[in-house]
């Protein structure tokens, strides 16, 4: 039965993700530095300090945060069986190149720098190995969190950082083991090869069973569960599977969450995936909030102002090192400019496993007190400063991205164009339309400020080129006075009708074709100009309606007169709607 005292601490964390957190996420902050900041406030070392003078602070702080560590835990290793389930093992292996590489490279050269650092610091060894080992990795709580939150894990910047990110949990056993060497010191060294051998058999044992135990037992267990249309059968079956993993990872000394994102992978291809996932996904807010409020609370205000200019110059060396390592290696391994600064912005902080090697450390008497809480005010600001660095990664890539792909940017001479459709947008329509008119042999020019798709799709042989279709120098210099059409399907509604303007202004008796997001916007653009507009939501319309129609057995030809009819009246009507306008 839950007694009083975790009561109270479950009705704060609820006042902190109901109301204090939400007011974070309306000024545009997010929810991860929300509940960052609310556990560095409320915790023991924030209000919670004064609780002997002002007796009415017990009742609005965390006394004791380590109460939240299971479930804390437990929000980590469901973030991780989400992200595989995003994932498959296709794609995962798809990564590989980034997996064993910049991950690889990564932990290496950072261990190596830091551990040096702190040598030249004065350190006695073997704090250097110790504190190089467990500030290389960063968190992938956090990290994952705000690229969830900003739906970019599909993205470039969130395969890279992914594909780090797993690699540095593969770490987990090294270094505790290595840890735990350095604590036995002349002990460890009597169990030879064999000793260091055996760790690295019986971890990769685990996830091999765990691999074919869940292809041909809980992955038909499933199936099962599926047919039935159970949904407390599939939950309680899934469950079981992220549960198993986990412990079978755990025992076999790998990190919990890596056991998750296998069994994630495991059930990527399930029937119930997206149940799954729809399912879980609240109770993983909310258990990663009770996480990041525990980070906050292991943050001692008082230990970082005793220290406080070691500390901010140990967190800002920290940072920054990592995040120049990163880019270096991003870049050698082909990764463009503008993604390798944002990852390397993403993961320069401390990851929350250094608690555990700082603890595990300092029970070996590796770590010096001072030198420990130092390290862990170190970790917890970098953690906390991490949605300012991702922000800050954002807007440097955005200011990289058009050098990164100027070169393929139209030349200032391109009069071999002639007769041919400008495409404007090349997403998922702007693409249809490109092979449509690949498969009629008409001459095409597109233009993107997708610098990673425009990068593919010149990979492929295909006439494309990186700008903004609504500047009219730019379309002039694709040959725009000399196209026979162009086509508008760029997906914000101000650079659609900027790009309708300019090439009305290019070639007055142009025929502009757009895409509209709704019947307003389409009006919009019949009145800058176009003569042919598709809103996407008329079209769904009529799309929907001859399902309909067909569904109620009606002739095919009558279906097509109909839909014909109707799509002649509507884009009548707005083409009224632009004249009157």
């Known amino acids: 039965m839950l007694h009083a005292e975790g009561l109270r601490g479950l009705i704060i964390f609820l006042v902190v993700a109901g109301v204090i957190v939400p007011l974070f996420h309306r000024a545009r902050i997010g929810t991860v530095l929300g509940f960052l900041i609310a556990g560095v406030v409320l915790g023991p070392h924030g209000l919670g300090r004064f609780a002997d003078a002002y007796p009415w602070l017990d009742y609005v702080t965390f006394d004791d945060p380590k109460r939240g560590e299971v479930l804390a835990e437990f929000g980590i290793i469901v973030l991780l069986f989400l992200l595989g389930l995003e994932l498959s093992l296709q794609r995962l292996w798809q990564l590989r190149r ?28 073997p704090a250097g190995i110790v504190l190089g080992l467990c500030l290389a990795l960063s968190s992938t709580a956090i990290v994952m969190q705000l690229l969830i939150e900003q739906h970019r894990v599909a993205q470039p910047v969130g395969r890279i950082a992914l594909s780090v990110l797993l690699f540095q949990d593969l770490m987990v056993v090294p270094i505790l083991f290595i840890v735990g060497i350095l604590g036995r010191g002349k002990e460890a060294v009597a169990g030879g090869v064999a000793g260091l051998i055996t760790p690295f058999a019986v971890a990769l044992g685990a996830v091999i069973a765990i691999m074919l135990a869940g292809r041909f037992l809980l992955r038909p267990l499933l199936h099962s569960a599926v047919r039935t249309g159970s949904r407390d059968l599939i939950m309680a079956i899934t469950l079981l599977v992220l549960v198993a993993a986990s412990v079978a990872t755990g025992l076999a000394g790998l990190s919990a969450a890596l056991g998750a994102f296998l069994a994630g992978l495991l059930l990527s291809d399930s029937e119930a995936r997206h149940h799954i996932e729809v399912d879980l996904e609240p109770f993983k807010g909310l258990l990663l909030g009770i996480f990041f409020i525990g980070v906050g609370t292991n943050l001692d205000i008082a ?74 005010a170190v970790v917890g600001l970098s953690m906390l400063l991490t949605p300012f660095a991702a922000l800050a990664g954002r807007a440097l890539a955005a200011r990289l991205k058009g050098a990164d792909h100027g070169r393929h940017a139209p030349g200032p001479a391109m009069d071999e164009f002639d007769g041919h459709v400008v495409i404007g947008g090349l997403g998922r329509v702007g693409q249809m339309i490109v092979r449509a008119l690949e498969a009629e042999n008409v001459p095409y020019v597109g233009l993107d400020i997708d610098g990673e798709m425009v990068s593919e799709m010149r ?40 790009m309708v303007a300019a090439a009305r202004r290019i070639k007055p008796d142009a025929a502009i074709f757009a895409r509209a997001a709704d019947t307003v916007h389409a009006a919009r653009l019949v009145e800058l100009g176009a003569i042919g507009v598709i809103p996407e939501t ?40 632009g004249e009157g306008g």
Do not use: C
């Open 459 to 498: 990979h492929e042989g295909r006439s494309v080129y990186f700008g903004d279709a609504g500047r009219p120098e730019l379309l002039q210099r694709i040959g725009g006075s000399r196209a026979r059409a162009f086509v508008v399907t760029v997906n914000d509604r101000r650079a659609a009708e900027r």
């Open 538 to 577: 008329v079209e769904a319309s009529l799309q929907l309606a001859a399902s309909l129609l067909k569904g109620l057995d009606m002739p095919e030809e009558a279906v097509s007169l109909r839909l014909a009819a109707m799509r002649e009246s509507e884009l009548g009507r707005l083409k009224e709607a």
């Open 303 to 376: 230990a970082v102002a005793a220290d406080a200019g070691l500390v901010v110059l140990a967190v800002f060396l920290l940072m920054g090192g990592k995040a120049a390592i990163l880019f270096a290696i991003a870049r050698a391994f082909g990764v463009t400019r503008a993604v390798a600064a944002e990852v390397a912005l993403l993961l320069a902080q401390a990851g929350e496993f250094a608690f555990v090697v700082i603890a595990v450390a300092q029970a070996h008497a590796l770590l010096p007190p001072r030198l420990a809480g130092g390290a862990v």
């Open 98 to 125: 980034f997996v064993l590489g910049v991950g690889l490279a990564q932990v290496l050269v950072s261990t190596l720098v830091i551990g040096f650092g702190v040598r030249l610091a004065g350190a006695v060894p």
